[in-house]
């Protein structure tokens, strides 16, 4: 029998054919010498991290010398579903409470931080958890790929509001909650928002947007996903408090972190979120993983309590100068356009004034060629949605924006950057010189 010939009975789900392959995985596969793409950490604690194994390798040797087989195999074991115990009470007293203000229960809180395998998989569990077909999310255009894609995964309506350099604009947002409820028949559900230096464009939103956008939030009845994945990259200003410490009864913020980009690609996330929300968010992990890889989660506690606070000094510093280097290179070598100014995270956000420019085919064409790899902005936009068009004071379907492009400087050190960027603007230069 053929292939063709094979008798088929199953169908792909409509998701599928909606929801296109991730900008950034696609572009991983890329290998450019200039890679500001992907969001990859690229300071590392690297004298701390093979420590740690060897230190954990010792321990589990000296079980095993000392007879006691059972820890041993209980540490290369399931764990619990929402994470181990010593890790979620160093990180809620730690990281979430100490160093963030979360009104956490110091005895009992531990229980409310729940462990995930990445961050990602907490946004994928949470809109699982919550959004049926049609129901309404708020977040602002550009918006972290892996957010509003997992979004329009579960068929949600997205309404998109334009951000400025404070991110999202609270009085856009009321005025989509506004117009959501009348034109789309139902309120928003649930508002994302990446407050300390944005994916993809790199802005941090003050202090006074902050409580209004919780207020908006509370009014309305809906929830707020804060996603602080560059919670501890923050190189320049003052440390803001998060949305999460306002909501003191823990009932209005879904407060997302991770390791990530503040130690290594552990693949571990940590979260805090109203009881019933996690109650649900568990039992679907339950399904999808059953729980976090245990050892590693291990090695995250050990970094956590005894190395954090040295390394992640150095961290940030090492990201300043990358940052400042991809800065100083654009604003030799850029054509006219506009560039975010970010306090802290891994990520520029550049849009060009020619609004003719297709920073996607551009990437093809030329930025790949050469060798320099970045995303472009429309990567950024879910594949269906709607805009809220302030001068319109309506929301129209959605219609990506090619001008611009996320630069990553997390990766490559600060001279490469350097070198890649003038590559690149030399490249748009002559684009625009018609060469
Ligand atoms: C804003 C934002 N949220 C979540 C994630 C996913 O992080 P994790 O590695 O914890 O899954 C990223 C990664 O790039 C991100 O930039």
């Not at 009085?171 to 300390?196: H, N, S, T, W």
């Not at 990201?319 to 506009?338: L, Q, S, V």
């Amino acid at each position: 029998m053929t292939r063709e010939e094979l008798p088929v009975a199953f169908d792909f789900a409509t998701w599928t054919r909606l929801v296109p392959e991730s900008e950034i995985r696609r572009l991983l596969r890329v290998k450019a010498r200039y890679y500001f793409a992907g969001g990859k950490p690229g300071v590392l604690p690297l004298d701390v991290l093979p420590k740690l194994l060897v230190e954990l390798g010792v321990d589990e040797f000296e079980y095993i010398l000392r007879g006691d087989r059972r820890t041993v195999i209980e540490h290369f074991n399931y764990g619990p579903t929402e994470g181990i115990p010593e890790l979620r009470k160093v990180l809620a007293s730690k990281m979430l409470s100490a160093r963030d203000g979360i009104p956490i229960d110091p005895r009992e809180g531990w229980r409310d931080v729940i462990v995930t395998t990445g961050s990602q998989q907490a946004i994928f569990a949470i809109l699982d958890a919550l959004i049926d077909p049609g129901d309404v999310i708020i977040t602002q255009r550009p918006a972290y790929l892996g957010f509003v894609n997992t979004a329009a995964k579960f068929r949600s309506r997205i309404v998109t509001v334009p951000a400025d350099e404070e991110g999202l604009v609270p009085e856009y947002v009321q005025r989509a909650f506004d117009l959501a409820r009348r034109e789309l028949g139902k309120p928003p559900e649930l508002i994302y928002v990446v407050p300390d230096s944005d994916n993809p464009t790199g802005t941090t939103m003050p202090l006074k947007r902050r409580k209004e956008i919780y207020e908006i939030a509370a009014a309305e009845g809906a929830l707020i996903v804060e996603d602080a994945a560059y919670r501890e990259i923050q190189f320049r200003g003052e440390r803001l408090p998060p949305i999460k410490a306002l909501d003191s009864d823990n009932e209005r913020v879904i407060y997302l972190r991770t390791t990530s980009k503040e130690v290594a690609v552990f693949r571990i996330g940590y979260s805090v979120m109203p009881p019933d929300v996690r109650e649900q968010v568990v039992k679907l992990k339950g399904y999808l993983d059953l729980c976090t890889p245990t050892l590693m989660q291990r090695i995250v506690k050990a970094y956590y309590e005894k190395f954090f606070d040295e390394n992640i000094l150095r961290v940030r510093e090492e990201y300043k100068k990358r940052c400042e280097a991809m800065e100083a290179a654009m604003d030799e070598y850029f054509p006219p356009g506009h560039r975010t100014e970010p306090t802290g995270g891994f990520f520029i956000w550049w849009s060009s004034d020619d609004r003719e420019f297709d920073s996607s085919e551009f990437l093809e064409r030329v930025a790949i060629p050469s060798g320099v790899a970045y995303v472009p902005g429309s990567a950024f936009y879910p594949p269906f949605g709607y805009s809220y068009e302030p001068e319109l004071n309506a929301l129209t379907e959605l219609r990506p924006r090619k001008h611009g492009m996320r630069l990553g400087y997390s990766y490559l050190e600060p001279d490469e950057i350097y070198e890649g960027v003038r590559i690149l603007g030399q490249k748009l230069r002559e684009r625009e010189s018609g060469g």
